[in-house]
């Protein structure tokens, strides 16, 4: 999987330095840098088609839409994961908190239950068994 | 049919409508009770096309006198109640993201890429959401570009004018002045190598000098009391620092 990502990385990091040079050029052209220029964009098309047969092999890697909106507002991406887990930590949380709660009153009902109908609660206990899965 | 719904149910139940019998809970009342031979083996019956009955009143008839009993969750079903952090293994993202404080701008996580990354995509129409809204109008492959082709990318000689030249504008790197100044009096190589050269070290010999220090003593004292006369709103506090020195 990791070849898949350092492959396409190091072509988008080709491409980009060629972009930068491609950038120098153009900024303070000479009649001389023609022929340079020439090659930078046909270089540019080389690297569009790398770029192009990665995509085959990174059919299915799924990428959140809104790392895109953190990418657009110039934040770091890293953040989205941060949020992420933090997000998914506390709901995990809050989860089990109401898991437990609700076990705590599953015991505690049963309790009562059996002190007030002690015969149903014998035969709820003889059907589903003394400590059932909460 | 009716033959075998008799058998199973009595004569007196062919009266009851099947729909309402079928469903296995009704409006609140537990169903009729039923004959006592037909409750050990409701599993008999074959199971008929479009006659789901039996099938769900089977757990109903077994779990007398609770008609609306279900059965329970499975135990060993992943829920919130495990941490799920642990279970897939993410602890290390955890610690790595979690952990220590993620730098906010665009610039920090890709800092070799040239160019103002940290403003808004929206601004130069440079977001990839608009990439996503408004697909490029392209050919599928992309093929070089031919001499006739190249004829459209002869360009003026010349500077490019100012507000085309994003490319060299780099966001501003914070330097790390102080944590240097900081790091110095650990360093113990300095002090282990002595250098004439070094004004640090001039410095240091002359303040260990005790003539010196004292002379810096009348010195200060000279000043505290010129302040006590010439500043009168400070004069308090200035005789109770002299005091406590």
Redesign the interface.
């Known amino acids: 999987m990791a070849e898949k990502f350092d492959n396409l990385e190091e072509h988008l990091?080709k491409f980009?330095e060629n972009i930068?040079q491609l950038?120098?050029i153009?900024?303070?052209?000479?009649?001389s840098s023609?022929a340079g220029?020439?090659q930078k964009?046909?270089f540019m098309?080389?690297g569009?088609?790398d770029i192009?047969k990665c995509r085959q092999q990174l059919h299915e890697i799924n990428v959140p839409?809104e790392v895109?909106?953190?990418?657009?507002?110039?934040?770091?991406?890293?953040?989205y994961?941060?949020e992420c887990?933090?997000r998914?930590?506390a709901?995990?949380e809050?989860?089990?908190g109401?898991?437990?709660t609700m076990t705590k009153f599953k015991s505690l009902l049963i309790s009562e239950l059996s002190k007030v109908f002690p015969e149903?609660m014998a035969?709820?206990k003889a059907?589903?068994g003394e400590d059932?899965?909460? | 049919m009716t033959e075998m719904f008799s058998t199973l149910f009595g004569q007196n139940e062919t009266q009851v409508p099947p729909g309402s019998s079928s469903l296995g809970f009704g409006p609140g009342k537990p169903p009729p009770p039923l004959p006592q031979n037909q409750v050990a083996m409701p599993g008999q019956m074959p199971p008929q096309l479009g006659d789901e009955g039996p099938a769900l009143r089977k757990p109903g008839a077994m779990n007398e006198p609770f008609y609306l009993l279900r059965e329970l969750p499975v135990g060993n079903e992943l829920t919130g109640n495990t941490n799920l952090i642990t279970h897939y293994n993410l602890e290390h993202a955890y610690n790595k993201f979690c952990g220590k404080k993620v730098k906010e701008k665009l610039s920090n996580f890709l800092p070799e890429l040239p160019g103002m990354i940290d403003c808004p995509g929206t601004q130069d129409g440079s977001s990839l959401r608009s990439l996503i809204d408004k697909p490029p109008v392209c050919g599928n492959s992309f093929s070089p570009l031919t001499g006739a082709l190249l004829t459209g990318f002869r360009l003026h000689t010349g500077p490019l004018p100012e507000q085309y030249r994003l490319m060299h504008i780099q966001p501003p790197k914070k330097k790390s002045k102080h944590k240097h100044k900081h790091h110095r009096p650990q360093d113990p190589l300095p002090q282990e190598t002595p250098s004439d050269s070094d004004p640090k070290k001039k410095k240091k010999k002359r303040d260990d000098d005790p003539d010196r220090k004292k002379k810096k003593k009348d010195k200060k004292k000279k000043k505290v009391i010129k302040s006590i006369y010439q500043d009168p709103s400070n004069s308090q506090l200035t005789i109770m620092y002299y005091c406590g020195s």
């Open positions: 990091e980009i930068r950038g120098i153009v900024s303070d052209f000479q009649p023609q220029l020439n964009l046909n098309i080389s569009l088609q192009e839409l895109f909106e953190y990418i657009d507002q110039g934040r770091n991406p890293q953040l994961t941060k887990l933090e998914a930590l709901r995990n809050q989860v089990k109401k898991i437990d149903e035969k709820y059907i589903h059932a899965p909460s």
